[in-house]
């Protein structure tokens, strides 16, 4: 939840917002990518399930995931494994935890009772059902497409070198492990003088 403030605060500071980002699982929502998109961000960042989707490329992929049952755009429906279609049968609304508005569609399959694979692909007692978040779906497609490029990948091997090493620097190195201050004024001058000395230390290294 913290991405767009931080956005926000970079472009008043500096007028715009950067070119591009980078940035792990944490900050892969809907809400954060809808925003990036909005605001021309080129963006590299990661959602949950990335590398566990990378990992299960390799593998067979489940037939009855929702993710692997054909959607026809032009009729709004999905098909089953057994080619069965599945019609649109209403959207909803729900609000994550930080407001944001998430809208889903439901489809559901027309017969199933007597279905040979029924066992396999559901265990409701009527017909299958499932929700689908279009939006997300696509900005997600779009982040997929950007992560696995030559460029993406490029950036995610720099975020690594760029980030997680100066947590290690702090933490061990500087043995910087809690806060002795309280209260957000006192935190923001404690850790901006962390920042500081980090840098300071970096500084003297080149000269």
């Known amino acids: 939840t913290t991405l767009i403030d931080h956005l926000e ?3 008043e500071s500096f007028g715009h917002t950067p070119d591009t980002i980078t940035a792990d699982p944490g900050y892969g929502s809907e809400e954060n990518y809808a925003y990036l998109e909005g605001e021309g961000v080129e963006a590299f960042v990661k959602y949950n399930y990335f590398h566990k989707e990378q990992k299960q490329a390799k593998k067979e992929p ?3 995931h929702p993710d692997q049952l ?3 755009l032009e009729q709004d429906c999905y098909y089953c494994p057994m080619g069965q279609q599945m019609h649109n049968i209403g959207q909803y609304q729900k609000k ?3 407001g944001y508005l998430q809208t889903y569609t439901r489809y559901q399959a027309t017969n199933c009772y007597g279905c040979p694979l ?3 692909c559901h265990k409701s007692k009527h017909h299958r059902v499932i929700e689908r978040n279009h939006n997300l779906i696509r900005l ?3 982040a997929k497409e950007k992560l696995l490029s030559k460029e993406g990948i490029a950036h995610r091997k720099q975020r690594c070198w760029d980030i997680e090493a100066i947590f290690g620097d702090i933490k061990h190195n500087m043995n910087f492990k809690r806060f002795a201050l309280r209260g957000i004024e006192k935190v ?3 850790i901006g003088l962390v920042a500081m000395a980090h840098n300071l230390k970096k500084l003297a290294l080149v000269i």
């Open 9 to 11: 605060e970079y472009k």
């Open 62 to 64: 489940d037939p009855f």
């Open 140 to 142: 997600k497609a779009k």
């Open 70 to 72: 054909h959607y026809n």
């Open 188 to 190: 923001n001058v404690e």
């Open 96 to 98: 994550t935890t930080n």
């Open 118 to 120: 029924r066992g396999l």
